[in-house]
C-alpha cells in the first residue's frame, strides 16, 4: 500500500522577518517528487471541523482580525496574521484532515501532511505560538467522530505541544505524548512531568535540557514511547513533528541530528506496524532551517515507505555534548508507572 501526502505552503502567510515563512518549505518543495509517495489535494477544513477543537467565538474573531485588521500580531510569540491566513489555516488543518481520511478509508497506508501555519500550540481557546487552528488535535476528533475511538499523538517537535495537551486533557480517547526542550524562559513554559496529575499514562511530558540529542531520544523512544504506545493500544498514531529539534536550528537549543531524526521516524513508524496495522500520520510543526525540514522531511519519507536513502544522515552530527538524562526519564517512567 501507498504512501500519500499533501502540501499546503500557505504562500501568503508571511510577515516580516518572522521564523515562521514559507522559505521553510523552499529547498523541500522541489524534492518532493523524489520521495515514493503520491500527493494528495488538501481540502479545507470546515468550520464545524475546526469547531471540534476550538471555541466557535475564536473562529469567528480570527477570520475578523483576518478579513479586517491584518496584517498583524495577535499574540506574544508572536504569531501573525494576514488576510490569507483563516483560509490558509482552514486549509492546513484540512490537508490533515485528508491525510487521516485516506489512511483509515485503507487508501493510503500511511501519510504526511506537510503544512503550516503549524498548529500544536494553539488552544481551544486561543491562537499562539506561530499556529492559528491546531491541526493534529481537529484530524484527532476528526478520526473519533469517523468512529475510531483510541487515538494517540506523538510530538516531538522542539517545543511543548501546550495546545494538544489542553485539547485532551479531558478527553480519555485521546493519549499525548510530547518531548520537547524544558528550561526558564524557553518557549511555551508548559511541559513538566507532573503537568496532568489525572491522566497518567495518558498525558505524557518528557521536558529536556538544551543539547539533548540522537542518544537521549532514542532512550525516550524507547522507555516511554514504547510503554507509552502498549498501554493505550491506539488505532491509529499521529505524529506531530517538528524539525526545530535538530542542533542547528536558529530558535532553539536541542542536539538531534539528521540521522536522530531517521531514528525516530523508523521507530514511531514500528510502533504503528506493532499496534495499530500501520496507521500512522506525521504532521509537521515547527523547524525553522529549510535545509532541516527538507531533510527531515525525507527521513519521514523514507521511515514511511521502507524506500529511498539519507545523504545528509551521515554528514551533520550533532557538535555539542549531549547532557546524560537517564534519571529524567526514569522520574518521567516512574511518575507514570512504566515499568
Ligand atoms: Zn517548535
Request: glycine share 6%.
Amino acid at each position: 500500500m501507498k504512501t500519500v501526502y499533501t502540501f499546503v505552503s500557505s504562500p501568503n502567510h508571511i510577515y516580516p522577518d518572522h521564523p515562521e515563512r514559507p522559505a521553510r518549505l523552499a529547498i523541500l518543495e522541489p524534492r518532493l517528487k523524489s520521495f515514493a509517495a503520491e500527493l494528495l489535494e488538501a481540502k479545507p477544513a470546515t468550520r464545524e471541523e475546526i469547531a471540534y477543537v476550538h471555541n466557535p467565538k475564536l473562529i469567528s474573531a480570527l477570520e475578523k482580525v483576518c478579513k479586517e485588521d491584518a496584517p498583524g500580531i495577535i499574540d506574544y510569540a508572536p504569531t501573525y496574521v494576514t488576510q490569507s491566513s483563516f483560509e490558509d489555516a482552514l486549509l492546513a488543518a484540512g490537508g490533515v484532515i485528508t491525510c487521516a481520511h485516506a489512511v483509515i478509508k485503507g487508501d493510503a497506508k500511511n501519510a504526511f501532511a506537510i503544512v503550516r501555519p503549524p498548529g500544536h500550540h494553539a488552544e481551544p481557546e486561543r491562537a499562539m505560538g506561530f499556529c492559528i487552528f491546531n491541526n493534529v488535535a481537529i484530524a484527532a476528533r476528526e478520526l473519533l467522530a469517523q468512529g475510531l475511538e483510541r487515538v494517540a499523538i506523538i510530538d516531538y517537535d522542539a517545543h511543548h505541544g501546550n495546545g494538544t495537551q489542553a485539547a485532551f486533557l479531558n478527553d480519555e480517547r485521546v493519549a499525548f505524548v510530547s518531548v520537547h526542550q524544558y528550561q526558564n524562559g524557553f518557549y511555551p513554559g508548559t511541559g513538566w512531568i507532573e503537568d496532568a496529575p489525572h491522566a497518567r499514562k495518558r498525558i505524557v511530558n518528557v521536558p529536556l535540557p538544551a543539547y539533548a540529542g540522537d542518544q537521549v531520544y532514542e532512550q525516550v523512544s524507547e522507555k516511554i514511547f514504547v510503554p507509552f504506545v502498549e498501554s493505550f493500544q491506539p488505532q491509529i498514531i499521529l505524529i506531530s513533528v517538528g524539525f526545530d529539534a535538530h542542533w542547528n536550528d536558529p530558535i532553539t537549543m536541542l542536539g538531534l541530528s539528521t540521522a536522530g531524526y531517521l531514528m525516530l521516524a523508523k521507530k514511531v513508524v514500528a510502533l504503528a506496524e506493532q499496534y495499530c496495522d500501520g496507521k500512522i500520520v506525521f504532521v509537521l510543526e515547527g523547524g525553522y532551517d529549510p535545509m532541516n525540514v527538507a531533510n527531515g522531511a525525507e527521513t519521514v519519507f523514507i521511515a514511511e515507505t521502507g524506500k529511498g536513502e539519507s545523504e545528509s544522515a551521515v554528514r551533520d552530527s550533532n557538535p555539542h555534548k549531549e547532557p546524560d538524562c537517564e534519571s529524567r526519564i526514569e522520574e518521567v517512567r516512574k511518575w507514570h508507572g512504566f515499568s
